[in-house]
């Protein structure tokens, strides 16, 4: 015999699964944040305590301006910067118009090209560390942003999304801008990146955090430590420095990619969904 369940009911029920589910999946993420930052407000001496406080028994806010002052983070922010800066716009001045040759080009092996190219998504980052890092010691780039910025020019994932985007766009705005005399490259500048702007947040963003947080290429890359980046110049400085120091430098080393996705979020999310259903 079937036994019905009221709508109301089933509703009540669909409510508080997703409110229960919300609440885990956001502690899980912002627990341990808030829980870096609260740290690096405790004395030493404190944060070693077994078991551990919750809240300060000592607030020390001024750990912060301790550990940017100790660990110099001014000049590896700014090292950081250049190198996310340099990798964001190589990136797109190589990838953007690749995904537009193969989308609206179409080469004779566009597909062939394309899924090459996804084949090197396949393999292990750690296969590409020997040759890569032989071919920049040749070149002469050892201690060098332009190896970073090399190293991320071709992005198999970049190109991919971009490519997707593009084959979105109404035909009809580029024949128009075709009839009117446009080439190619008129119509990628004038046409079709105003109307990617969405994507290209996206893909901006997976960029500037991808390099932001790298730590093995620049580790092998820069062997002067006044050329490090902020995530080797902190696993450097990790065995001398205390523990409450330390997470002070985690914690401001992350704010700016934090910041960075809270202002565009939203242009993150309409470049993910942009596209996704054809008309």
Same mark, same amino acid.
């Given at each position: 015999?079937?036994?019905? &369940?009221?709508?109301?009911?089933?509703?009540?029920?669909?409510?508080?699964?997703?409110?229960?589910?919300?609440?885990?999946?956001?502690?899980?993420?912002?627990?341990?944040?808030?829980?870096?930052?609260?740290?690096?407000?405790?004395?030493?001496?404190?944060?070693?305590?077994?078991?551990p406080t919750v809240l300060p028994e000592t607030w020390t806010p001024g750990t912060y301006a301790e550990a940017w002052d100790l660990m110099?983070?001014?000049?590896?922010?700014?090292?950081? &910067?250049?190198?996310?800066?340099?990798?964001?716009?190589?990136?797109?001045?190589?990838?953007?118009?690749?995904?537009?040759?193969?989308?609206?080009?179409?080469?004779?092996?566009?597909?062939?090209?394309?899924?090459?190219m996804l084949v090197t998504l396949m393999m292990p980052a750690a296969v590409l560390l020997v040759p890569t890092y032989m071919t920049?010691?040749?070149?002469?780039?050892?201690?060098?942003?332009?190896?970073?910025?090399?190293?991320?020019?071709?992005?198999?994932?970049?190109?991919?999304?971009?490519?997707?985007?593009?084959?979105?766009?109404?035909?009809?705005?580029?024949?128009?801008?075709?009839?009117?005399?446009?080439?190619?490259?008129?119509?990628?500048?004038?046409?079709?990146?105003?109307?990617?702007?969405?994507?290209?947040?996206?893909?901006? &963003?997976?960029?500037?955090?991808?390099?932001?947080?790298?730590?093995?290429?620049?580790?092998?890359?820069?062997?002067?430590?006044?050329?490090?980046?902020?995530?080797?110049?902190?696993?450097?400085?990790?065995?001398?420095?205390?523990?409450?120091?330390?997470?002070?430098?985690?914690?401001?080393?992350?704010?700016?990619? &934090?910041?960075?996705?809270?202002?565009?979020?939203?242009?993150?999310?309409?470049?993910?969904?942009?596209?996704?259903?054809?008309?």
């Amino acid at each position: 015999m079937r036994t019905l &369940i009221a709508p109301g009911r089933s509703r009540t029920g669909y409510t508080i699964a997703l409110v229960v589910t919300t609440v885990v999946l956001t502690a899980i993420f912002v627990v341990p944040l808030l829980w870096v930052v609260v740290s690096a407000m405790k004395p030493a001496p404190e944060l070693a305590r077994v078991p551990p406080t919750v809240l300060p028994e000592t607030w020390t806010p001024g750990t912060y301006a301790e550990a940017w002052d100790l660990m110099d983070l001014g000049s590896y922010f700014w090292n950081t &910067i250049v190198v996310a800066v340099g990798v964001w716009a190589v990136q797109l001045a190589v990838d953007v118009p690749a995904a537009y040759a193969l989308s609206r080009l179409r080469p004779v092996l566009g597909k062939a090209i394309l899924g090459a190219m996804l084949v090197t998504l396949m393999m292990p980052a750690a296969v590409l560390l020997v040759p890569t890092y032989m071919t920049i010691a040749d070149l002469g780039l050892l201690n060098n942003p332009a190896a970073l910025w090399l190293l991320g020019a071709a992005n198999a994932f970049t190109v991919f999304l971009l490519k997707r985007f593009f084959d979105q766009l109404p035909v009809e705005v580029l024949e128009a801008a075709r009839i009117d005399g446009a080439n190619q490259v008129t119509m990628l500048w004038r046409v079709v990146l105003p109307l990617s702007r969405p994507i290209l947040a996206v893909v901006s &963003i997976f960029a500037v955090v991808a390099a932001w947080k790298d730590f093995i290429w620049p580790l092998l890359v820069f062997s002067d430590p006044a050329r490090q980046t902020l995530s080797v110049a902190l696993q450097r400085f990790a065995p001398d420095t205390p523990v409450n120091l330390l997470l002070a430098g985690l914690v401001l080393s992350s704010l700016p990619m &934090i910041g960075l996705f809270l202002v565009f979020q939203r242009h993150v999310l309409a470049g993910l969904t942009a596209g996704s259903v054809k008309g």
